[in-house]
Nanobody, 126 residues
Framework: VQLVESGGGLAQPGGSLRLSCAASGFTFSKYVMSWARQAPGKGGEWVAGIVSDGRVTDYAASVKGRFTISRDNTKNTVYLQMNTLKPEDTATYYC????????????????????WGRGIPVTVSS
């Protein structure tokens, strides 16, 4: 399994970034996928998740209304569109694959994901 994030970097407060995660080594279209983040000096935080066919999404309260998760099963890629960025969104962002392909729910617990990407830093600063 490989999960490779891209698209991070520096953004100004109020700005936007789009993260991508290219997946390989498993049947991508069968798995719930999520994004999580870890800010400096803090623990991991689940951010957003999407079911295998893309019809259902869920978000942490801290990003709801600002972030949008989507996926393209023909490209084995999951995306995170981040708008109206705030300094508190500064973190390393990770792409996650859920462990159980038969559990179709978006899982909010990071323990239900068995593979993480290497992460990509996002810095929101003026």
């Amino acid at each position: 399994v490989q999960l490779v994030e891209s698209g991070g970097g520096l953004a100004q407060p109020g700005g936007s970034l789009r993260l991508s995660c290219a997946a390989s080594g498993f049947t991508f279209s069968k798995y719930v996928m999520s994004w999580a983040r870890q800010a400096p000096g803090k623990g991991g935080e689940w951010v957003a998740g999407i079911v295998s066919d893309g019809r259902v999404t869920d978000y942490a309260a801290s990003v709801k209304g600002r972030f949008t998760i989507s996926r393209d099963n023909t490209k084995n890629t999951v995306y995170l569109q981040m708008n109206t960025l705030k300094p508190e969104d500064t973190a390393t962002y990770y792409c996650l694959k859920k462990a159980d392909p038969h559990d179709y729910r978006v899982a909010l617990s990071l323990g239900e994901y068995d593979h993480w990407g290497r992460g990509i830093p996002v810095t929101v600063s003026s």
